[in-house]
C-alpha cells in the first residue's frame, strides 16, 4: 500500500484512473443508448435520426471536455 509521500511524489492513482475510465464509458454508452431510443420514440429515421443521434453525442462529447472530466 503506498504511503502519503508516494502520493505526494507521484499523485497520480491508476486505481482512479481506471475507475473514472469506467464512469466516462458507462456515460458514454448509457447516452448513446438513451439518444437512440430518444430517436426512435419521436419517429426520426434515416439521416433526421442519424443527425439527431450526432448531434446529442456531439454535445455531450463537448461538455465532457468543456467541464473537463477526465479519467
Do not use: C, W
Not at 448513446?32 to 434515416?46: C, M, P, Q, R
Request: charged share 10%; no cysteine; glycine share 6%.
Amino acid at each position: 500500500m503506498p504511503s502519503e509521500r508516494d502520493y505526494q511524489i507521484a499523485p497520480i492513482v491508476q486505481e482512479s484512473i481506471i475507475h473514472n475510465t469506467k464512469s466516462l464509458s458507462n456515460l458514454q454508452n448509457i447516452t448513446a443508448s438513451l439518444f437512440g431510443v430518444a430517436a426512435g420514440i419521436l419517429g426520426l429515421e434515416s439521416y433526421a435520426g442519424f443527425l439527431f443521434y450526432f448531434a446529442l453525442a456531439a454535445l455531450v462529447t463537448t461538455l465532457t471536455y468543456v467541464l473537463r472530466i477526465a479519467p
